[in-house]
């Protein structure tokens, strides 16, 4: 029993012996180079003074003059003048840096001086672009002697229409305003006694003639109904011809 016990424990001391040391990470990752620093520092606060990490020299830079005043290159009005005098005589000068001559290129035309050194263009009416707020100058132009004139030319082209008689509408045909007003049963309801074999065909032929329910109406009233039905226009008898409706006569009188 001794000795499996102690075989039990060697196997364990030298298992215990293959693994790997596992680092100390109380401190997290990246901090050690943190902590020595932090030790730098409060050595040296202390008065201990140690090796410190020295600190980075600030980059060199470059330093540029200013062009100094009246130099081309100074940024003035006359300097930007001068260039813009210089790169439009390249322009005009012939050879390999010229665009040739203008008279040829622009067909004679002067070309356009785009300097700030150029005058302002001239002021063509001083007076602005409408004088009808000038009373001098209207004044210079118009009378009022030529305004009266002017309004008694145009009173003479009036026309005055006076009111006329309405035309009376007794032989224009029958109403159907009229019509709708005085009759006010339902669609559909049997008003009028009708006769005849197939009324349906004769229905759908008759009404067929006619591009509007209004133009079927009119020539029924006109042909004798809502008593006489000789076209077959009414089979049902309520007096209105191909599917009519009043209704619209009726709701434009009411509202």
């Not at 298992?15 to 050595?43: E, L, M, T, W």
């Not at 070309?111 to 000038?134: D, H, R």
């Not at 007794?170 to 006010?184: C, F, H, W």
């Not at 809502?226 to 006569?249: F, I, K, L, Q, V």
């Amino acid at each position: 029993m001794i000795k499996r016990f102690s075989l039990v424990a060697a196997l364990g001391f030298a298992v215990s012996a293959c693994q790997p040391a596992v680092p100390d990470s109380g401190g997290g990752a990246g901090f050690d180079s943190f902590n020595s620093q932090q030790s730098q520092r409060d050595a040296a606060l202390a008065g201990n003074t140690g090796p410190l990490t020295a600190m980075p020299a600030p980059e060199q830079v470059d330093e540029v003059p200013l062009s100094p005043v009246g130099s081309p290159d100074d940024g003035s009005a006359a300097a930007t003048a001068a260039e813009t005098t210089r790169i439009l005589d390249a322009t005009r000068s012939g050879g390999n840096n010229g665009l040739g001559n203008d008279a040829q290129t622009d067909a004679g035309a002067e070309p356009l001086n785009a300097s700030p050194s150029n005058p302002a263009p001239p002021v063509l009416n001083t007076e602005g672009i409408s004088q009808e707020n000038n009373f001098d100058a209207v004044s210079g132009e118009r009378s009022i002697e030529g305004d009266a004139a002017r309004i008694a030319a145009n009173r003479a082209q009036y026309r005055v229409i006076q009111p006329e008689a309405l035309p009376d509408r007794a032989d224009a045909g029958p109403n159907i305003v009229a019509y709708a007003l005085e009759n006010r049963h339902p669609i559909g309801q049997a008003i009028y006694t009708r006769r005849g074999f197939n009324k349906e065909r004769k229905f759908q032929r008759a009404c067929a003639e006619f591009s509007h329910p209004d133009q079927a109406q009119i020539a029924f009233l006109s042909a004798g109904g809502p008593e006489r039905d000789r076209a077959g226009m009414d089979p049902d008898g309520d007096g209105y011809a191909c599917s009519w409706d009043p209704a619209p006569y009726r709701r434009g009188v009411s509202g």
